[in-house]
Nanobody, 123 residues
Framework: QVQLVESGGGSVQAGGSLRLSCVVS????????LAWFRQSPGKEREGVAV???????LVADSVKGRFTLSRGNIRNSLYLQMNSLKPEDTAMYYC?????????????????WGQGTQVTVSY
């Protein structure tokens, strides 16, 4: 059974930074992709960034230059460093995984999801 556990969310002021972590169990790092999504109340889930098993990376234009994706020493872990945070970054952030290769940010392509961690950015 695949399980994803996110951590690192919190409340910060605009311009601040946070680092989100995701640890995945029951999943094969040598084949699948890991990604971060976010969702605000009343909005659709939005893809933030994805990292494939062979280290291809895709970052959404809305966060490019501010957010950085990386993999931990344990390949079943994924980190999202978020700098220069804006109030519009406020959302629940979810870690997601695919079983096979996928290089994209369409939510329905991901079959495994964590419970999410809340990020709140105030003015």
């Amino acid at each position: 059974q695949v399980q994803l556990v996110e951590s690192g969310g919190g409340s910060v002021q605009a311009g601040g930074s946070l680092r989100l972590s995701c640890v995945v169990s029951g999943w094969t790092a040598t084949r699948g992709s890991l990604a971060w999504f976010r969702q605000s109340p009343g909005k659709e889930r939005e893809g933030v960034a994805v990292l494939t098993y062979d280290d291809r990376m895709l970052v959404a234009d809305s966060v490019k230059g501010r957010f950085t994706l990386s993999r931990g020493n344990i390949r079943n872990s994924l980190y999202l460093q978020m700098n220069s945070l804006k109030p519009e970054d406020t959302a629940m952030y979810y870690c997601a995984a695919t079983r096979g290769f996928y290089y994209g940010l369409v939510a329905r392509a991901y079959g495994h999801w964590g419970q999410g961690t809340q990020v709140t950015v105030s003015y």
